[in-house]
């Protein structure tokens, strides 16, 4: 019972790959322009959001990552080149920022990481 209730007070916000949404925006001088929309499942709370922006400060490289106000979605602008490869790359960074948050999120809540 004890580990059902720490399960439920532990931060897992995580994303679908197969959920992203483009767009594009144009081309642009090394590729296209395309920006991605991506819905988070699980507890997107005030707490969770605090420690995101904390975690951009701390490492000016995810500022690319805009988590959208009132909503749970994150989008990020990538140009994209022949090789396609660029929204994969920025999809792999996205997953490192979000283990980032809730590993902090965990911490802060005094709960065990897994």
């Given at each position: 019972m004890e580990n059902a209730a720490l399960e439920r007070a532990r931060a897992h916000v995580e994303f679908d790959r197969t959920q992203v949404v483009r767009a594009e925006l144009g081309p642009g001088p090394l590729g296209t322009r395309v920006?991605?929309?991506?819905?988070?499942a699980g507890p997107v709370?005030?707490?969770?959001r605090r420690t995101f922006r904390?975690?951009?400060l701390e490492d000016t490289g995810f500022f690319r990552f805009r988590l959208e106000m009132?909503?749970?979605h994150i989008s990020f602008t990538v140009t994209e080149t022949e090789r396609g490869r660029e929204v994969p790359s920025e999809l792999r960074t996205l997953q490192f920022l979000?283990?980032?948050v809730n590993g902090k999120v965990n911490t802060l809540k005094g709960t065990p990481q897994t």
């Open positions: 920006r991605c929309t991506v819905p988070l709370d005030e707490r969770w904390s975690v951009q009132g909503s749970n979000l283990d980032t």
